[in-house]
């Protein structure tokens, strides 16, 4: 059964920090691309950062490249996203992505946290 739990959200100040985590199981992380989505209300959910199945390669939206920094740990099965300098538009729903294969046949989701930034 395919699991990502993410964990890590909360509310914080505007210019404070927050670090996101993904926990999966079920299937066979080292070989899938990781991602972190994004969803604010009203709004369509967007790509947030990215990492590649052995953490070679990120990238990540223009909105917050500087700010944010994905990572993974293949050994514990867990994909982070530290997120510095926040500011009030990065409040969403950050969700946990897995995917795989030449047209991401595999491709899973967690159920999201909520991340507040007041300002």
């Known amino acids: 059964q395919v699991q990502l739990v993410e964990s890590g959200g909360g509310l914080v100040q505007a210019g404070g920090s927050l670090r996101l985590s993904c926990a999966a199981s079920g299937f066979t992380f080292s070989t899938y691309t990781m991602s972190w989505y994004r969803q604010a209300p009203g709004k369509e959910r967007e790509l947030v950062a990215r990492i590649t199945s052995r953490g070679g390669s990120t990238n990540y939206a223009d909105s917050v490249k500087g700010r944010f920094t994905i990572s993974r740990d293949n050994a514990k099965n867990t994909v982070y996203l530290q997120m510095n300098s926040l500011k009030p538009e990065d409040t969403a729903v950050y969700y946990c992505?897995?995917?795989?294969?030449?047209?991401?046949?595999?491709?899973?989701w967690g159920q999201g946290t909520q991340v507040t930034v007041s300002s």
């Open positions: 992505n897995a995917k795989k294969g030449a047209f991401y046949e595999y491709d899973y």
